[in-house]
């Protein structure tokens, strides 16, 4: 439709009034359903996160998919994820593979709403991510399986894996979404799909390599089925998942450099700022710039660019990681534990590829700032 081309091009005041155009005329709630999915996505991909979020629960409400009004709360988010493990520990995977096809036309409607919700939810409102996973999952196991379903468990593993001791069943969970979407022949879900199994889960698993090459796959095919959103966020995980995997850094410099202009090509902002900050940091290790403890792009701080945005929490968390790494490896220790203090202030609610470098620099900060304060100490007394 006209209003998905608008999304795929970057177009989005055409596709505004043409989304409003359609939503005022269309004789049923049915017919407007394609046009509320490409505005919840092209809302989402240009920052406005919470109005993404709000359009897609009004949307569900009139299909009688009225979620809590309490999302945030723990007990809320525990009673969903717990409820949905209990419904999939009664079946074994062959019996989730073959489950039939959803046939209520108005469910797999609102599994195309969820399925479009769960990106602003992750960037803006991540712990409403648990809660909308976990309905997705009760929703194909109860009405059948749909293309969504494969996206449906990608992420409700990479929630189930938050917990180290249930890393392995995520992983299980990751192999499900990738067989189901084989099945269902979902070409057009693989970008979501890869993003979340390769970048959230199976990055505990499998070596960093092996998922950067998978995220590299997973950002054309996005771009050539037009889940541009996807194609970004895949675009984004390479640069997490190189930076930290022994990849050449000039190279993959290089490759954020392209996917950040066809970003702004496409006017698309949401993982616009932190690609950025990975291709700063691959450029300052080999050189690049005057002072390869900042962070800039353009001749502007990115944590500017981050202030102006809904999803703050996750862009200041790679943007303060990257630069205590960088100002530990350059011996600016005093900048690297300052860096370490703002970074834990920003922890993001699902784990990342970076975390075990996160508590590794945090440790190896921790002690050089512990022996500069002894050799202070010392020089102090020696003074006496």
Request: a negative charge.
């Amino acid at each position: 439709s006209g209003v998905e081309a608008c999304f795929v091009l970057g177009k989005f005041d055409v596709l505004n009034e043409l989304a409003r155009e359609v939503i005022q005329n269309a004789v049923c709630l049915n017919d407007k359903i394609r046009v509320y999915v490409s505005l919840i996505s092209s809302i989402s991909s240009q920052g406005r996160m919470c109005d993404a979020i709000d359009i897609g629960l009004s949307v569900l409400e009139q299909f009688g998919e009225t979620l809590p009004s309490n999302l945030d709360d723990d007990e809320v988010i525990t009673d969903y994820v717990v409820h949905t493990s209990a419904l999939l520990a009664q079946l074994d995977v062959e019996e989730v593979l073959k489950k039939e096809m959803a046939q209520d036309e108005s469910k797999k409607f609102v599994m195309q709403l969820l399925c479009n919700l769960i990106a602003p939810s992750y960037a803006g409102r991540p712990r409403l991510c648990p809660v909308v996973s976990s309905r997705m999952v009760q929703l194909t196991l109860t009405h059948g399986v749909c293309r969504e379903s494969a996206f449906a468990f990608a992420i409700f593993g990479s929630v189930v894996s938050r917990s180290p001791e249930d890393i392995m069943q995520g992983y299980a969970l990751g192999k499900i979404a990738l067989s189901l979407m084989k099945r269902l022949d979902a070409k057009g879900y693989l970008s979501r799909v890869y993003a979340a199994v390769y970048g959230l889960i199976n990055c505990f698993v499998e070596p960093l390599q092996a998922c950067e090459e998978s995220h590299k796959y997973a950002y054309e095919a996005g771009l050539c089925t037009g889940d541009v959103e996807f194609a970004n966020a895949n675009a984004l995980l390479v640069g997490c998942a190189g930076t930290q995997s022994g990849s050449d850094l000039q190279s993959l410099a290089n490759q954020l450099s392209l996917y950040n202009g066809k970003m702004k090509e496409m006017n698309t902002k949401t993982f616009l700022t932190p690609t950025q900050v990975y291709e700063c940091f691959a450029s300052n290790l080999v050189g690049e710039t005057d002072d390869p403890t900042e962070l800039s792009y353009g001749g502007k701080d990115l944590l500017s660019n981050m202030s102006e945005t809904q999803n703050e929490i996750s862009l200041k968390n790679q943007y303060y990681f990257t630069r205590m790494f960088l100002a530990y490896v350059f011996g600016r220790y005093e900048l690297a534990a300052e860096m370490a203090d703002q970074y834990r202030k920003v922890v993001p609610t699902m784990r990342n590829p970076r975390l075990a470098n996160e508590i590794f620099y945090l440790a190896l900060i921790a002690l050089a700032s512990a022996d500069e304060e002894a050799k202070s100490e010392a020089r102090d007394a020696a003074a006496v």
